[in-house]
T-cell receptor
Framework: NAGVTQTPKFQVLKTGQSMTLQCAQD?????MYWYRQDPGMGLRLIYY???????DKGEVPNGYNVSRLNKREFSLRLESAAPSQTSVYFC???????????????FGEGSRLTVL | DAKTTQPTSMDCAEGRAANLPCNHS???????VYWYRQIHSQGPQYIIH???NNETNEMASLIITEDRKSSTLILPHATLRDTAVYYC??????????????FGTGTRLTIIP
């Protein structure tokens, strides 16, 4: 059981280049999230998706787009990368237990992006 | 607006109990308290959660005050592997998963040999 898988793990881009970070989960979770973490900082929510076909903005959505391709996959796209987007990106998914409304997040191992 | 407040850093001697406080004075009646930790630069890992009762699992205990405005995560016998950043967050009881879950900067816990 792989859990949450992110690709690539490392990427170096030049300013203005575009790229897509891929995330897939095999736990049949409805909700998926993208966070970024800058050095020495906490996690900031970029976008999230409560279910297949829906996406919503988080705290820091500018400069990013997302696609919830299907229930398993949630991708994050940088159309024109900027040095300020140098960060570690984490994807997460969440189960929601219908009886209690409780749900924990499961995180991937992160994708380390450097924009020169 | 931060929903939780945690000390920036704490030290604890190996083998002793580590008590990590969290203030969530604006918590609503339907919000859970969750704790996660992040070791090195790995993805955060779920530890425990609670609504109003104290909770215990194989990793930790969670003590929530009666007014629910604060809580304490307890690692009963801290080991060097418990050195990590610990995040306390609040999350609405929800069946939809459509809430914005935000993490602050957490508490950096250092276990001292």
């Amino acid at each position: 059981n792989a859990g949450v898988t992110q690709t690539p793990k490392f990427q170096v881009l030049k300013t203005g280049q575009s790229m897509t970070l891929q995330c897939a989960q095999d736990m049949n979770h409805n909700s998926m999230y993208w966070y970024r973490q800058d050095p020495g900082m906490g996690l900031r929510l970029i976008y999230y998706s409560a279910s297949e076909g829906t996406t919503d903005k988080g705290e820091v959505p500018n400069g990013y787009n997302v696609s919830r391709l299907n229930k398993r996959e949630f991708s994050l796209r940088l159309e024109s990368a900027a040095p300020s987007q140098t960060s570690v990106y984490f994807c997460a998914s969440s189960v929601i237990w219908a009886r209690t409304g409780h749900g924990e997040l499961f995180f991937g191992e992160g994708s380390r992006l450097t924009v020169l | 607006d931060a929903k939780t407040t945690q000390p920036t850093s704490m030290d604890c001697a190996e083998g002793r109990a580590a008590n990590l406080p969290c203030n969530h004075s604006t918590i609503s009646g339907n919000e859970y308290v969750y704790w996660y930790r992040q070791i090195h630069s790995q993805g955060p890992q779920y530890i425990i959660h609670g609504l109003k009762n104290n909770e215990t699992n194989e990793m930790a205990s969670l003590i929530i005050t009666e007014d629910r405005k604060s809580s304490t995560l307890i690692l009963p016998h801290a080991t060097l592997r418990d050195t990590a950043v610990y995040y306390c967050i609040v999350r609405p009881q929800s069946n939809f998963g459509n809430e914005k879950l935000t993490f602050g900067t957490g508490t950096r816990l250092t276990i001292i040999p």
